[in-house]
Nanobody, 121 residues
Framework: EVQMAESGGGLVQPGGSLRLSCAASAFTFSSYGMNWVRQAPGKGLEGPLC????????YYADSVKGRFTISRDNAKNTVYLQMNSLKPEDTAVYYC??????????????WGQGTQVTVSS
C-alpha cells in the first residue's frame, strides 16, 4: 500500500525557518514526481506549492518562490520542504503527495496525513 508520512511541522516565529520531511513507501519513489500542498484554517487545499522530479526541473508556485525549496533523497525515499522567511499566512497543514505524470499533469494520486505548521509570534 502506497504510504507517505510527513514530519517536521511545529510553531515558528515570523521570519523563521522549518524543514518538513515526507517519507514514502511501497512504490518506486525515484520514478515519481512529488509535491507539497497545504490547507490553511477554513480554506481549501492550495497547491501544488512545489514539485520535484528525478528527471525534470522543479516547479514553484508564485506564493512560495524564493522562500521555499523542495528537494528529494531517492536513496531514502524522502522528499523535503525547506521553508524560509515564514509568514503568518503560511500557517496551514502541509501535505506531501505523489504526482505520477509530472510535468504534463500536476495532479496527485496519493497524499500523506499532513503536518501542522503554525507561524506566530
Amino acid at each position: 500500500e502506497v504510504q507517505m508520512a510527513e514530519s517536521g511541522g511545529g510553531l515558528v516565529q515570523p521570519g523563521g525557518s522549518l524543514r518538513l520531511s515526507c517519507a514514502a513507501s511501497a512504490f518506486t519513489f525515484s520514478s515519481y514526481g512529488m509535491n507539497w500542498v497545504r490547507q490553511a484554517p477554513g480554506k481549501g487545499l492550495e497547491g501544488p506549492l512545489c514539485i520535484t522530479s528525478s528527471y525534470f526541473s522543479p516547479y514553484y508556485a508564485d506564493s512560495v518562490k524564493g522562500r521555499f525549496t523542495i528537494s528529494r533523497d531517492n536513496a531514502k525515499n524522502t522528499v523535503y520542504l525547506q521553508m524560509n522567511s515564514l509568514k503568518p499566512e503560511d500557517t496551514a497543514v502541509y501535505y506531501c503527495a505523489r504526482v505520477p505524470y509530472y510535468p504534463s499533469n500536476f495532479d496527485s494520486d496519493y497524499w500523506g496525513q499532513g503536518t501542522q505548521v503554525t507561524v506566530s509570534s
